[in-house]
């Protein structure tokens, strides 16, 4: 079994929960070294519902709420939940009903809380919403004080719902404006004409401060640690989020931007500076640890348009770089990556500062190790069991994910760098080509041809 991990805040630990003798027992669980390893779909839902003298361990609830839709609708889980949490406090006497559930409404109240505040989209269900509507009037027929609870709920997730919507409008709103090119921007432009990174920004720390905002604020919206924890459940559930897309997106543009503003200068000695100047913003944001903008200003430089610039890369001390290069080297499965994300961990748990903390891993890798691990180990058991040992690896990587992304940035915010950031037009691939071949002629007959037909293609 893997090791617990915890999440901070919320859960105790995301790792094997022992066995005891409190919880109810509903169908075979299997457990080993006192540890779940298995248990029937059934069984994993009764062992959710809370009773008078129980209540799941946290770690529990956080993965089985966030793996219980590889097995079934968040819908029909809550149906499920509710309908025993009332059917097991039914005796076929009236009041004796009603003293049973005001005992366990509380309970019920606690389980309700801890799914909408960490999974809130599972509640843009109407079902879901109706559901929670339905418990709050049956609560109320019990218990004034749980009632109230209920209400405070549901306005707390409304209020979190509407918050979330509008981060979704604002990434699509500076989308939209990132993606307007003004037609000045498919040709070379003399120097001073066009605004450039180095005209906002020549201090690569500061830079790399503000690309750690961004990554920790833009990519996942206010509601950081729900958000992200939507984000992967709707990977789980196989289809896209708008979450999920944000990451993907501000990942491209990053390394798009890096590409655009090497290729985009006249001079060559501009160039050169530029390649420098994001050399050391890497360096930058590797000692922060922030990996993902990392990886995006790498994947930025090491695009064909911009690693074909034989004459300005020769005007480059390029040490540093292929050190970078070298710590996030794909190989063997990143490993030399990986090992660096384990110090940045490790440096992370004994901080003393909120910059020490910071780890913003490789998003796109993390995407990946989850998704080999959903796909590579079976869900279900021969038996027909689920494989809860599978569940507790899966909750341990989003939770460590989690725990990182709760670390409230310390660097100051820069405005100017940050609306820059997110809204200066970037090429597209063919105006990178074509921005390339303008900056250092072609130099076969191939790429005659291509800039031939990229000139062609772009004014039209």
Not at 172 to 190: H, I
Not at 262 to 285: G, L, S, Y
Request: charged share 25%; hydrophobic share 35%; glycine share 4%.
């Amino acid at each position: 079994m893997p090791p617990t991990t915890p999440y901070a805040g919320k859960f105790s630990t995301c790792g094997p929960y022992s066995n005891n003798n409190n919880h109810p027992h509903y169908g075979e669980m299997c457990y080993h070294d006192n540890s779940l390893v298995s248990a029937s779909l059934e069984a994993l839902i009764q062992h959710l519902v809370p009773t008078v003298d129980y209540y799941p361990d946290r770690s529990y609830v956080f993965t089985f709420l966030l793996s219980s839709r590889l097995f079934l609708h968040p819908y029909e889980l809550m149906t499920r939940v509710c309908h025993l949490c009332v059917e097991q406090q039914r005796s076929g006497d009236a009041l004796l009903d009603k003293i049973r559930f005001r005992e366990v409404a509380p309970k019920l109240v606690q389980l309700l809380t801890e799914w909408t505040e960490t999974f809130p989209y599972d509640f843009r269900d109407e079902r879901m919403m109706r559901c929670l509507k339905d418990m709050t009037h049956h609560v109320a027929r019990g218990d004034e004080y749980s009632w109230r609870a209920m209400q405070q709920m549901t306005q707390r997730l409304i209020k979190r719902l509407s918050a979330l919507g509008q981060y979704e409008e604002a990434v699509a709103a500076l989308n939209n404006v990132a993606n307007e090119r003004p037609a000045s921007l498919k040709t070379k432009q003399a120097p001073g004409q066009r605004n450039d990174v180095l005209s906002v920004c020549d201090d690569p720390f500061i830079m790399a401060q503000q690309l750690t905002h961004i990554e920790l604020v833009r990519t996942i919206g206010g509601e950081n640690t729900e958000t992200a924890t939507v984000c992967l459940c709707g990977f789980f559930r196989k289809r896209k989020t708008s979450n999920l897309e944000a990451y993907v997106n501000w990942f491209n543009r990053l390394s798009y931007m890096v590409a655009t503003e090497i290729c985009m200068p006249v001079k060559k000695k501009h160039r050169a500076r530029i390649i420098e100047f994001f050399i050391d913003v890497a360096q930058e944001c590797f000692n922060i640890g922030n990996f993902n903008s990392l990886m995006a200003i790498i994947t930025g430089m090491n695009m064909s348009p911009v690693s074909r610039l034989k004459k300005t890369w020769s005007k480059v001390n390029t040490d540093k770089f292929e050190i970078l290069e070298h710590q996030m080297d794909p190989s063997s499965n990143f490993s030399n990556y990986r090992t660096a994300l384990r110090g940045a961990t490790q440096r992370s748990e004994t901080a003393h500062s909120s910059q020490e903390k910071i780890v913003i891993p490789f998003f796109s890798l993390l995407i990946k190790d989850i998704y080999f691990l959903n796909e590579g180990c079976a869900s279900r058991l021969p038996n027909g069991h689920i494989n809860f040992e599978k569940l507790w690896e899966l909750a341990k990587q989003v939770s460590e994910f989690l725990v990182w992304r709760q670390v409230v940035c310390p660097f100051d915010r820069d405005r100017r760098i940050l609306q820059y950031l997110v809204t200066t037009p970037v090429f597209s691939e063919d105006e990178l080509h074509l921005a390339s071949y303008e900056s250092e002629g072609p130099e076969n007959n191939m790429e005659k041809d291509s800039r031939r037909s990229l000139r062609c293609g772009l004014k039209q």
